[in-house]
């Protein structure tokens, strides 16, 4: 049999015997031995688990992964090449990302600008105004005055006066007292609304120790040290106020620290540098005759202690800052506790040691009270002509004789104390706010650290050329300060003088040593959207010293990154217990070094994602929108994994992922015998989709291995592997064995994966709360549409915040038609504002499960999956837990204490309802549910309250408020209708509202009495008829508003509500198109919240679905019954009615008469009656029911006398069964006759076959050998069974949890009698309220000339001219009665803080998607970058290129439809190409090694075997403008070589070193070193250097997998003939992926 090899030329191997070609082909077809699709030969007999994907060249040759069959690759018929290719077209999510892509970059750059220029701007402008106003304390201070307007011949100088120091002296409190008040209603918030911990005494009292420390010399600095320094001293000063952070951050350097040596040496420089300050410019200022100049030292050391916190470790050397590390770490978790005290102390101290400096520097106090109000008000402030020296002019020597002094006195400036304090504030907060923003969105190297280092010299620079200005001329600032007012200026040439001999020169050590000791700024660690606490220490900023608050305080201990090599992925020595036989996981074999008693690994919090999705009834159009997701998240996965492993790159985003789908209602009966089931055509859509989706996503034709079918004992369960490696699995619900409906699906998944696959790991507890925290489960829907980017941001959230149980995304409705339209500006208008609002001010109250991710821990907590698995007694249980499930488990969430999150940059797209009749339906459910939910949280609001964090009463009173409107909705919209009406037509308020009840009260009737249909029909038509009715009541309202003015109630409403939705449109520019459809919102209005609101509560009896109904196959034994039923109660009626009065009751309708008359369905007469005989129809059922008994009894009989017959095997119901599916199967001889998908017939005896001849085809197990299995649409993969324990598992779950539900009539008339007084008293209840509060307000609007309240806004002048021609003036007030007044302002709220809580989200939003952003252009250029910097750049990026299957071999699908021109088309050449087309390449990592070690071009390839010819052509990313450029294939040949080194390395080592019964596993990849081996000796099929104590190991999981390989042949090789190629092709089997696991095992 010949088989096309990698390399295009055909192989031969040698023929099979008859037995071997038996086992083979049955192998093949059943999956009794397991060889297909790329599994390992000696794979014969062993589990679902144990079987070993490939990823080498070799497997595929023997083995192609994606099929069953070996011909489906071979050369196609000639008139049979023609071809379907893959669609182009984009779907709404990738429409959407391409877009969004570009906006976000330049919006990126943007930010990366605009906030470096606002931090900076900011800080240069805090410091400023900090030095302007110390500058004013300084005691008979005076500075040269303008004399512009006071005479230009003479000079004057202005005096500080004792009011302005007192207005400024209040200035710098109120400017260190604002943040301080931050923290204290920050602390206090989180103490009161959330959780917190109090701190030990010992704890409190260290903190406030340096705290006091930090307040008193900043009390000093401020008002003794920098009044009396000049303004450039000062500010070069504060860069000597890191001593104490310098000191502990050096003694807390740690053994583990890389270079520790030279660092600590870089230390003792910058700390001596520091030290400088204690004495240098003391000296300095001493001999100019400032005696406070003493004080510097103790000034700038205090102040250094406030930042202690950041730089002390647990992990010192020394016992002190040992204990110091731990009190901090204790602070992480009681700081809000402690500095809930601390914060009112700071404020009181500073305030104290304010008075008691400026006491003992000669300033009184008495003036700082007495003096407040005066001296920020308008004051006096003298100006004194300075008396020129003229030397011709002598006085007399008489004492007490001089030149008197002239004296002018000025009114200050007004209000310019509160102008500067405002702007200090501002500027601080600014640059503390921005500062912060550019930390989380990891933009922090350039627009944090860059402007915050560069604060100091700027300000200087600005203040010398201010000093320099006003020296020069005292007038050039004249109106736009104060004349009597300026900064303190050094005297004398400021560039020679002031560097020379006030050795100014010494700041530049002081800033270079700072920017040492916090170099931290400049390399952050922390993940995105990063918390406030884990940015900085201290909860909030100095305002006073605000660049060296932000560089000081951000933390330097950030969460590190998990290192590649803990990502190493080689097995060595793992124990037999390990985590992996259990939990599939790339990256469990971590941190080998570690000792043996460590509770957790690192690899533990690798974040592990479950993709749970619920199908049902979806067609094919909808399965392939989420199976396109599916399979760009395996893309997605598969390249961040093969960039660990070959590329050696960190990925902080990676996952392992896995899917799970479960289908309900998945079966249904068998076409052959009601007793066996088969698939129904639901799931054979799904099958047959697999592939066209895969097609789609990789844009060239592929072919899916045939899924694993697995009995189980919920029915059955198909296994795929993705192109990336990843598991799809799909369960396969039995409603006959497990119960269905959607929540019982999601108790499934959620008991299966977090109960059984996790909480029955042989692993520690402390792992598995590790694991918990870190595992996901992605809810999905069986129409979803999104990216993997959408995913990433969901983790982000869940990683931001650990107490954070679910997060949801934006889901975008799809599809065509009104309704469709109407919903797309309904979601807008819902994610916009109610659900924006409930993130920022509470949490989400229903995260939906059609796109949402929720964390394993938060549902494995109390009251929380187990409450899910209650099952409905009650009737409000079924509207509660049934009708919205998904709201109901975030609400058990919120109840546990958990929040809830919505992300507005995760998009995704679900089909939506497109029929009225479906739109109506579906809300049916979801309206009750949802008053049921939120009820049922606002009457626990207490316990909620105090358990949850992040629901605080005045959200509970929001909440309410919206409920409140909910239910009082449909009154409110028909007294909007009977004012409009009035307003529209001109009628009376009593005239229409008879009008507008009829209606209400006909379609409340309809609904409480008549059928569905009609309901909905009356629904339809009243629709559109209020539609109609709304385009008057617009024209309408528009004239009542032209009549009211704009100052109206109705207006300022009216106006906002619209404006709110445009600002949010604007503001969501993707979405901005949403808010046309609003004109049809407007028009449905009347229906939507009045006919649908009455409709959900007139049906709250009715509990099915509502939607995606079809119609069930029924057996024959069901039909026959429902038949003799409609008899039964034909006849009934026909007794009971009247025709039954008038012949007494008599008769049973088995008479027929021989005359029989009758005039249509009026009158019917009956002559001569007798008996009906039998119907021919009823025999004739009864006689086939017969011949089928007897022809089973006759099979039976058959195969017990001889069961070893030559004869056809009984094939009847194999026949029936496979020409319905449209096969060409015939039964020939003793086997049977298969036409391959390649069109070529093969003749093969199935082991199936043999073992039907020896057993009655009646007989089957359900876990052995359903009917279901032997499905051809389902492929013909091989089957696998259940482990003994997950069998057991799902026996014990179906007995105690999801056991069918029998039909029970009692219990049913008893639930259905229960759900209709649930529905009476809803609607009595509701009918009852808007009832009374229709009346209420329709009786004070028709008395509102004698009830009313005056509006004081739009108040109308009326002149009216008297017959005495006098002019009389009247004021005119719109009239409103009380209640309605309340109306508006309830509904204006609403408004107002969703509009709010929409403006802060959207910020929080943009700083989402800018955080996720990459942004090359602002990163090096790449020819200046490092190999290993280039590639960790663009590593997932560079994967996902070439582990494309599209281009492979130089052979693109789309060649042909990516010419637009005819004439360049090759059509016929594309076609016969396609004819003879292999492929040997089927997983995207052998895609990418195939080109990774390609990559330099070369004639030989790394296997030693000469290449194809055209492999020197071999494009690496397939059309030529999608070649890398230069550079980074330069760095991809350089990180390939090294990869290489590295396992040749691996190959040499010693027996000790690599003997997996050795203790020491280190790699030693510190001692790699490049030999003289070559590339082809390294990967050849014999070369390198095989060390038997590295390959006797139990490593199942290696990279360099020769020996592997070999060893397990050597094993197998006496049960299966092995089939050796030695002319192989491009790899050899030493770079041979042996990957034991298919979702993420590298």
Request: proline residues 4%.
């Amino acid at each position: 049999m010949g088989y096309v090899g990698a390399d295009g030329r055909r192989l031969r191997r040698k023929m099979d015997t008859p037995t071997e070609f038996e086992q083979r082909m049955g192998s093949e077809i059943y999956g009794k031995v397991g060889m297909g699709g790329g599994a390992r030969v000696h794979s014969m007999g062993r589990g679902m688990d144990e079987i070993e994907f490939s990823d080498d060249e070799q497997a595929l040759l023997q083995e192609p992964i994606y099929n069953g069959s070996q011909r489906s690759y071979m050369e196609q018929k000639g008139w049979d090449v023609f071809r379907v290719l893959p669609p182009e077209q984009d779907s709404s999510s990738e429409v959407s990302k391409k877009w969004l892509g570009i906006t976000v970059k330049i919006l990126k750059i943007l930010a990366y600008i605009f906030t470096f220029l606002v931090v900076l701007v900011c800080g240069v402008v805090t410091k400023g105004t900090t030095f302007f106003m110390t500058s004013q304390l300084s005691l008979g201070r005076q500075l040269d005055y303008c004399n512009h307007e006071l005479g230009r011949q003479n000079e004057y100088v202005a005096t500080i006066s004792t009011e302005e120091r007192v207005a400024w002296t209040w200035c710098l409190f109120f400017a260190f007292l604002v943040p301080e008040m931050g923290t204290l209603i920050r602390s206090g918030r989180i103490c009161i609304f959330k959780s917190h911990r109090r701190s030990s005494f010992s704890d409190f009292l260290v903190v406030w120790v340096f705290e006091s420390m930090y307040i008193v010399g900043l009390a000093l600095l401020i008002f003794v040290v920098l009044p009396e320094l000049d303004v450039v001293k000062g500010a070069m000063l504060t860069n000597c106020m890191a001593f104490i952070p310098g000191v502990f951050g050096m003694l807390s350097r740690h053994q583990k620290e890389s270079r520790r040596y030279l660092k600590v040496f870089i230390d003792i420089l910058a700390i001596i540098c520091q030290a400088t300050g204690f004495f240098v410019w003391p000296m300095v200022e001493t001999q100019k005759g400032n005696s406070t100049a003493w004080v510097i030292p103790i000034s700038i050391f205090l102040i250094s202690a406030g930042w202690w916190e950041n730089y002390v470790d647990r992990r010192s050397p020394l016992a002190p800052m040992r204990s110091l590390g731990k009190i901090k770490d204790r602070l992480k978790k009681t700081r809000y506790f402690v500095y809930s005290f601390i914060s009112m102390w700071k404020m009181a101290l500073f305030f104290s040691c304010m008075l008691l400096f400026l006491h003992l520097n000669g300033t009184p106090i008495g003036p700082l009270f007495s003096s407040f109000r005066d001296g920020f008000a308008i004051h006096k402030y003298n100006v004194t002509q300075v008396p020129k020296q003229n030397p011709n002019t002598f006085l007399p020597d008489i004492a007490g004789l001089e030149k008197l002094e002239e004296i002018i006195q000025l009114d200050s400036w007004k209000d310019v104390h509160i102008h500067v304090l405002v702007i200090q504030i501002f500027s601080a907060y600014l640059a503390y706010i921005f500062g912060k923003f550019a930390c989380k969105i990891c933009i922090q190297g350039f627009s944090f650290a860059f402007p915050v280092n560069l604060t100091i010299p700027v300000a200087i620079s600005l203040l010398m050329i201010a000093c320099g200005l006003h020296n020069d001329d005292s007038c050039y600032f004249k109106n736009s300060l104060p004349d009597y007012l300026y900064w303190q200026c050094p005297s004398g040439d400021l560039l020679d003088v002031f560097i020379s001999e006030e050795h100014a020169w010494i700041w530049l050590i002081w800033l270079l040593s700072q920017t040492w000791i916090t170099l931290h700024i400049w390399t952050p660690q922390c993940e995105r959207l990063a918390s406030t606490e884990k940015l900085f220490v201290t909860p909030m900023y100095c305002s006073l010293l605000i660049d060296q608050s932000l560089s000081l305080n951000r933390r330097r201990d950030d969460e590190g990154e998990v290192k590649t090599e803990e990502l190493e992925l080689d097995r060595v020595g793992m124990e037999d217990n390990d985590i992996s036989q259990y939990y599939e996981t790339i990256s469990i074999h971590t941190e080998s070094s570690q000792p043996a008693n460590t509770k957790t690994k690192t690899s533990d919090s690798i974040t592990r994602i479950y993709a749970c999705a619920t199908m049902w009834h979806e067609t094919k159009s909808e399965m392939m929108e989420m199976l396109k997701s599916l399979f760009r998240m395996d893309e997605d996965q598969s390249a961040r994994r093969v960039a660990q492993k070959y590329l050696k790159v960190v990925d902080p985003d990676y996952y392992e992922f896995e899917t799970h789908i479960y289908f309900d209602d998945a079966f249904e009966l068998s076409d052959v015998c009601d007793d066996w089931n088969q698939v129904n055509q639901f799931v054979r859509d799904f099958v047959a989709a697999v592939d066209i989706a895969g097609s789609y996503v990789h844009q060239t034709n592929i072919r899916l291995r045939p899924p694993k079918k697995v009995p189980t004992p919920y029915g059955g369960r198909l296994i795929y592997t993705l192109p990336g490696k990843t598991k799809m699995i799909v369960h396969l619900k039995d409603k006959s064995k497990i119960r269905h409906k959607k929540r019982w699906s999601q108790c499934m998944y959620m008991y299966y994966l977090l109960g059984h696959k996790l909480m029955e790991l042989p692993i520690s507890v402390d792992r598995k709360e590790i694991l918990a925290e870190n595992t996901y489960l992605l809810t999905l829907d069986g129409d979803i549409d999104f990216q993997p980017d959408a995913v990433t941001l969901l983790v982000d959230l869940m990683k931001k915040n650990k107490m954070l149980g679910a997060a949801c995304g934006r889901i975008h409705p799809v599809g065509s038609g009104p309704m469709v339209w109407y919903q797309l500006f309904e979601y807008a208008i819902g994610h916009w504002l109610q659900k924006a609002t409930e993130h920022m001010i509470g949490c989400v109250m229903c995260s939906p499960g059609c796109f949402s991710l929720f964390r394993a821990k938060a549902l494995m907590d109390d009251n929380v999956m187990r409450k899910y698995t209650t099952m409905s007694e009650e009737p409000r249980h079924y509207v509660q837990y049934d009708q919205g499930e998904d709201r109901w488990l975030c609400t058990l969430l919120l109840q546990r204490g958990y929040r809830v999150e919505y992300s507005a940059a995760s998009d995704a797209y679900t089909h939506c309802p497109e029929g009225f009749n479906e739109f109506f339906n579906q809300r049916r459910r979801w309206v009750p549910s949802t008053i049921a939910n939120i009820f049922d949280l606002l009457l626990d609001y207490k316990a909620t309250v105090k358990i949850n964090d992040n629901i605080s009463l005045p959200y509970i009173w929001y909440q309410s408020m919206l409920m409140m409107g909910t239910i009082i909705g449909p009154g409110t919209i028909f007294l909007m209708l009977v004012g409009a009406f009035v307003a529209a037509f001109k009628i009376g308020n009593w005239t229409s509202f008879q009008y507008n009840l009829i209606p209400i009260v006909v379609y409340t009737a309809t609904c409480l009495l008549l059928k569905s249909k009609w309901q909905l029909l009356l629904s339809q038509l009243l629709s559109t008829f209020y539609a109609l009715i709304m385009m008057a009541v617009i024209v309408g309202t528009a004239l009542q508003l032209g009549e009211d003015g704009i100052g109206s109630p109705s207006a300022i409403f009216l106006i906002a509500m619209i404006g709110s939705f445009f600002i949010a449109a604007c503001l969501h520019p993707q979405e901005f198109w949403c808010i046309v459809p609003g004109l049809i919102y407007l028009l449905c209005i009347p229906s939507m919240y009045l006919l649908l609101i009455i409709y959900s509560i007139t049906n709250l009896n009715v509990v099915s679905w509502g939607t995606r109904e079809v119609a069930v196959k029924k057996t024959k034994k069901e039909l026959e019954e429902e038949r003799k039923n409609a008899m039964e109660d034909a006849k009934k009626k026909k007794k009971d009615g009247i025709w039954g009065l008038i012949q007494g009751g008599e008769g049973d309708g088995d008479d027929e008469g021989g005359i029989d008359v009758s005039l249509g369905n009026i009158f019917r007469v009956m002559l001569f009656t007798h008996k009906k005989e039998s119907q021919d129809k009823e025999q004739l059922i009864r006689i086939a029911d017969s011949l089928d008994s007897l022809t089973k009894r006759l099979d039976h009989i058959e195969n017990i006398i001889d069961p070893h017959s030559s004869a056809p095997p009984k094939q009847r119901r194999k026949s029936s069964r496979l020409s319905t599916r449209g096969h060409d199967t015939t039964v020939s001889g003793g086997g049977m006759a298969m036409v391959s998908e390649g069109g070529e017939s093969i003749d093969m005896d199935t082991e199936e076959d043999a073992s039907h001849t020896t057993e009655p085809l009646e007989e089957r197990d359900d876990l052995i050998n359903p009917f279901w299995i032997e499905d051809r649409d389902l492929g013909r993969g091989e089957v696998d069974y259940l482990s003994g324990a997950e069998i057991q598992f799902w026996k014990d779950l179906i007995e105690k949890y999801l056991h069918p539900i029998d039909a029970d009539k009692t219990k049913q008339a008893a639930l259905t009698k229960g759900l209709a007084e649930l529905r009476n008293n809803v609607v009595f209840a509701s009918g009852m309220m808007n009832a009374i509060f229709v009346l209420i307000v329709f009786l004070l609007t028709l008395n509102k000339d004698k009830i009313y309240l005056d509006w004081p806004f739009g108040v109308r002048q009326n002149a009216t001219l008297t017959k005495t021609g006098e002019i009389r003036i009247t004021a005119e007030y719109l009239h409103l009665e009380p209640i309605g007044i309340v109306l508006v302002f309830f509904f204006f709220a609403i408004v107002v803080i969703q509009f709010v809580a929409m403006l802060f989200h959207r910020f929080g939003t943009i700083s989402h998607i800018l955080a996720s952003t990459d942004l090359n252009c602002c990163k090096a250029k790449e020819d200046v970058l490092t190999d290993e910097a280039l590639i960790e750049k663009n590593a997932v990026e560079i994967v996902k290129q070439m582990q494309r299957l599209k281009g492979l071999d130089d052979e693109y699908d789309s060649d042909s439809a990516a010419s637009n021109r005819l004439q360049t088309r090759r059509t016929i050449h594309n076609l016969d190409k396609a004819r003879t087309k292999k492929r040997a390449i089927g997983t995207l990592d052998v895609a990418f090694k195939k080109r990774f070690f390609a990559l330099s071009g070369e004639e030989e390839a790394p296997g030693g075997g000469q290449t194809h010819k055209h492999s020197s052509q071999t494009p690496i990313l397939g059309p030529r403008h999608h070649h890398m450029p230069r550079e980074t294939i330069k760095a991809l040949e350089h990180a390939r070589d090294n990869l290489i080194s590295e396992r040749k390395q691996s190959k040499m080592q010693t027996l000790g070193a690599s003997n997996p019964h050795n203790n020491n596993n280190s790699k030693h990849r510190s001692n790699t070193r490049i030999t003289g081996e070559t590339v082809d000796k390294v990967f050849a099929a014999n070369g390198g250097l095989d060390n038997g104590g590295f390959d006797g190991g139990p490593s199942s999981n290696t990279d360099d997998e020769a020996s592997s390989t070999a060893r397990n042949s050597t094993r197998n090789s006496a049960r299966i003939p092995a089939y050796r190629i030695q002319d192989r092709g491009v790899l050899s089997s030493s770079d041979q992926g042996n990957t034991s696991s298919a979702t993420s095992k590298m």
